[in-house]
């Protein structure tokens, strides 16, 4: 077991084939709406059109997948009312179903969309780092599925060590608000936190409903 | 407390529809239902042995093996053809009534009047083959045969006037030596998705050499966010004006190779041009403006045609020509227009210029190659009718046979075509409405059914083309037989999948064998059919053939069966195209008339002269940019201002697994559509929109997105068409509005060459 787990994403090898997001539905069973694992696709850039019918743009474009960080300082934990959201001795971050309430804090606070409400049961569901295959010493779901390998997990001060810690580009939140167990290797496009002009460009698939 | 989640058995499986890759899924089974499904998980070593990991589709198989579309029982139609009403019947009644028209077809019109309908939406098995179909007709005599694919029939003709043959390119893996990579139209990405396929191979070249990448779309793919330095956009069907400037740039400033000119190809200029051509066409001719039109292809002249600004062509050009090796690769979009032998041929023409074909790290300009292992097909018999149609053109051969000839149809080995179409098998084939071009014209040809008398269509879903079959019979998935499959798309392995049943067949479904054995045994030639072997039989008997190719496969059947695939590294240098002919092209020389590459090809100049065509098309023996029907600027352009693509998705595999909820979940049908021309209409992202042109309209969501050029629309290909009561298809399914007009020379499908408006639908506003 891991000291802090945390997930890892080479964004230089990801081409948003939202295969992790598939295989994760598929292994945890997960209605339609719920995304333990989502791809946002972050975009941006202008056109110029040129008077001799050219044009000139400067566009933009990056996937990240994302799970659940099982943040350090998780806010899901700390605005949990009913105590059911809580950090667990191995580090992860997960529900107790039967303390859930079905609130949505969780939701609101969470700056990654992470907690995933559940209709049809009236709580909160979310990635659970598939832990019970990292009990049985194998590897996430989402992690074996990815087909260019950019998608990997691993201790936090150990994926830290090996490829810094550079988790500060649009349109993730500054890991100051939670610490989140994830490390990157920024795409070649990245772009600065305070980017204006990138949208996430497929709100209507990563969304809960 | 949870209750046992442990499968009863994990069994190994592949995923068979046409991608081109083949990937298996371990499928975990309880209760004699799929519970959960894995991918390769074999350990991995170096390069060869990688998992082979399936990508998202292979991931969310369940939802479509438990789809409320799956088909249960045989079925007879009871309303009009498209309606999909239908009623039950027995396997008997549907052998019987078959078999009797079959008869009936053959006696009156021969064998000829019989053709099975293009379909790849099971590829993979192997004794679950398509080729079944032809074993059954040519033990009855025959039936039509088709050449082409709806992926490829322009680029592998084109190649074949240019080299000699198709086929012709580098592994991808040989980018490691290469300073430079160009790649036309070529999205790996979402085209071949496969983790043991060709995007592993580019994640791993481009990992360890980082060569600069360069991709030339009207997208800005998955292949460009994944890999590329740059995008140049450029408008659809043009790639062949900025291939002439690129020219242009490269000759007047001295960049081309003038050695391997000479020495490789002829046409070039009036020094190699083939006996009997009047002056003036020759490639340099063309080229500088001495030529027939006059016109020099400076990169200002491409530029008002590609929408690519003249200084960055001319930087392209010297970036080109001044890198070696370079290797430049097209994928099989910029190919699928009405020019679209033009523009392959033409993107050729920039390695062939520079030297950069033959060699380490470059390319001929084709698609990059990938490896396989030449594993067996079932044994099928001889098929006596030898006619063959374009496949793109079976309508014309149902509506108007007697005007179906070898000038102006590509029809081959008969001058004209004697019979109608009249009797049509489909096997998972979603071409008889969905895939083929102008629906409501196909839609139009199906209702009269004097015309085509019956269809057969053998599927696992109530698609889009099952609601115009006639006899509708349901096959076992692939999960539900036993069979092998071969690997795809992969350049350092090679893959035999040993594939068990991992549940039983739902309903009443039958593989396809048995469905064609018991229409055999109808016809009394049972044993001709089978050769006194059963469906698992065959399966084991193929094995045993492989065996003959890899003779250190276990002996006994069910110990591979236990083990579930086997995998061979390709173990070899990187592979390149055309090389025995660049090292020694006297001793090598290809299959084209001179036994060079043909830059001026002499079979197309002759069939300029015989070929008969409508007017506006013309077949040109150089590859020059050829604007045609459905390029902006021509007369339909004030109404219909906007160029249609429809680029490969990866909800669907062509329109396989259309249906599924999951995938529709995390990838829903949208149309690309650039702010630009959102804006001027009013449409924002999300809105509903109707895409309309004169062939018909479809309504789909705008996905608004500076991802595509502006003036070009895309709606991925492959969304299953849904039409209201008026014929407006509500499911954004491109081929509503697709031309069934071929292309001059292949008789190919030009399903990127469209032009529509589009409008915001407001009374459906989101």
């Given at each position: 077991m891991f000291k802090t787990p945390a997930f890892f994403i080479d964004m230089q090898i990801c081409t948003g084939c939202k295969t992790c997001m598939v295989a994760c539905k598929d292994k945890n069973d997960l209605a339609q709406g719920i995304r333990w694992r989502r791809v946002y696709e972050f975009c941006g850039g202008d056109w110029v059109k040129g008077d001799d019918e050219t044009f000139t743009q400067n566009v933009f474009a990056y996937y990240i997948s994302m799970g659940c960080n099982h943040c350090k300082d998780p806010a899901c934990v700390e605005a949990c009312p009913s105590c059911a959201m809580h950090k667990d001795a191995s580090g992860m971050v997960l529900i107790d179903p039967k303390k859930?309430?079905?609130?949505r804090y969780c939701e609101w606070v969470c700056p990654y969309s992470a907690p995933q409400f559940d209709v049809s049961n009236g709580i909160m569901t979310k990635c659970d780092f598939c832990q019970e295959l990292i009990h049985e010493g194998k590897k996430p779901c989402c992690v074996e599925a990815c087909p260019t390998h950019a998608l990997s997990f691993g201790d936090y001060d150990e994926l830290e060590a090996l490829h810094?810690?550079?988790?500060?580009?649009?349109?993730?939140?500054?890991?100051?608000m939670t610490a989140p167990n994830l490390i990157i290797v920024p795409p070649k496009k990245a772009q600065s936190p305070d980017n204006t002009q990138g949208l996430i460009q497929n709100p209507e698939e990563v969304k809960n409903e | 407390m949870k209750t046992n989640n442990l499968p009863d058995k994990i069994v190994w499986s592949t995923c068979n529809v046409n991608c081109g890759s083949r990937c298996p899924v371990r499928l975990h089974v309880k209760n004699g239902i799929v519970v959960r499904v894995g991918t390769d998980n074999t350990k991995q070593g170096s390069s060869g042995t990688q998992q082979i990991r399936a990508c998202l589709r292979g991931r969310g198989i369940r939802k479509w093996i438990y789809s409320p579309e799956r088909l249960l029982y045989p079925m007879k139609r009871v309303g009009k053809r498209g309606e999909g009403r239908f009623a039950r019947i027995t396997w008997d009644q549907a052998f019987e009534e078959i078999a009797s028209k079959l008869e009936s077809i053959i006696a009156q019109y021969g064998n000829e009047a019989i053709y099975r309908n293009y379909g790849t939406g099971n590829l993979g098995g192997v004794v679950s083959h398509h080729n079944q179909i032809e074993k059954l007709m040519n033990v009855l005599g025959g039936m039509l045969n088709y050449h082409n694919s709806y992926s490829t029939a322009q680029i592998f003709q084109a190649m074949t006037y240019l080299y000699g043959k198709k086929d012709t390119g580098n592994y991808i893996s040989d980018m490691v030596n290469s300073k430079l990579v160009v790649l036309f139209g070529n999205n790996t990405a979402e085209t071949r998705m496969s983790g043991g396929g060709t995007v592993r191979d580019l994640v791993l070249a481009k990992k360890n050499k980082n060569a600069r990448v360069i991709v030339i779309d009207p997208l800005y793919t998955d292949t460009v966010t994944g890999f590329a330095d740059e995008w140049i956009p450029i408008r659809p069907g043009t790639d062949a004006a900025l291939a002439a400037a690129i020219a242009h740039v490269l000759i007047i400033n001295d960049m081309v190779d003038n050695d391997f000119l000479t020495r490789y190809t002829i046409g070039y200029d009036k020094s190699s041009m083939p006996e009997d051509i009047p002056e003036g066409n020759s490639y340099k001719e063309y080229i500088l403006g001495s030529g027939a039109d006059g016109i020099p292809k400076t990169p200002e002249w491409a530029s008002v045609i590609t929408g690519i600004p003249a200084k960055r062509i001319l930087e392209l050009a010297y970036e080109i020509g001044g890198t070696k090796p370079v290797y430049i690769a097209q994928g099989w979009g910029p190919q699928r227009h009405a020019n679209g032998e033009q523009t392959a041929r033409a993107i050729c023409m920039l390695p062939i210029l520079t030297g950069n074909v033959g060699i380490k790290g470059g390319n001929s300009g084709d698609r990059e190659a990938s490896f396989g292992i030449d594993w067996p097909t079932i044994p099928v018999g001889e098929n006596r009718v030898k006619t063959s149609i374009p496949c793109f053109l079976w309508t014309k051969a149902i509506e108007n046979h007697k005007e179906f000839t070898a000038l102006n149809s590509g029809l081959r080995e008969k001058k004209r075509l004697q019979v109608p179409i009249k009797f049509l098998w489909c096997f998972a084939s979603n071409a008889l409405i969905n895939q083929h071009s102008d629906i409501n014209h196909t839609h139009e040809i199906l209702q009269n059914e004097s015309k085509c008398e019956m269809i057969v269509l053998i599927d696992n879903i109530m698609s889009s083309s099952a609601k115009y079959a006639d006899i509708l019979l349901p096959g076992t998935s692939s999960f539900e037989e036993r069979d092998l499959s071969y690997q795809g798309y992969a350049v350092e392995m090679g893959a035999l999948f040993i594939r068990e049943k991992a549940i039983e067949p739902m309903g009443e479904c039958l593989t396809l064998f048995d469905i064609c054995a018991g229409i055999a045994r109808q016809m009394g030639k049972e044993k001709q059919f089978t050769h006194g072997m059963n469906h698992d039989q065959w399966v084991e008997y193929m094995y045993h053939q492989c065996r003959k190719i890899k003779p250190r496969l276990p002996k006994d059947f069910s110990k591979a069966l236990e083990q579930g695939f086997y995998k061979w590294p390709r173990d070899g240098k990187p592979f390149t195209g055309l090389a025995s002919f660049r090292k020694n092209p006297e001793k090598y020389p290809l299959a084209t008339p001179s036994g060079k590459i043909e830059i001026f090809s002499s079979l197309l100049w002759k069939m300029s002269q015989t070929w008969e065509l409508p007017e506006g098309d013309s077949i040109q023996a150089l590859p020059e940019y050829l604007p045609t029907w459905g390029t902006p600027g021509k007369k339909d352009a004030a109404l219909y201002p906007l160029q249609l693509v429809g680029h490969h998705y990866k909800q669907r595999t062509h329109s396989t697994y259309g249906n599924n909820e999951w995938l529709k979940e995390a990838s829903p049908q949208s149309l690309w559509i650039n702010p630009m021309d959102a804006e001027s209409r009013g449409i924002v992202h999300g809105d509903l929109v109707k895409v309309f042109n004169d062939i018909g309209t479809t309504l789909v969501r705008a996905k608004v997105t500076p991802r595509i050029m502006p003036g070009v629309l895309s709606l991925p290909q492959g969304a299953w068409y849904n039409p209201d009561q008026k014929g407006i298809d509500q499911g954004g399914c491109i081929n509503i509005l697709t031309s069934q007009r071929p292309s001059p020379i292949a008789k190919g499908n030009p399903q990127h060459t469209n032009l529509v408006q589009v409008v915001k639908e407001k009374q459906n506003n989101v």
């Open positions: 859930c309430v079905g609130c810094g810690r550079k988790t500060i580009i649009a349109p993730l939140p500054s890991p100051e | -």
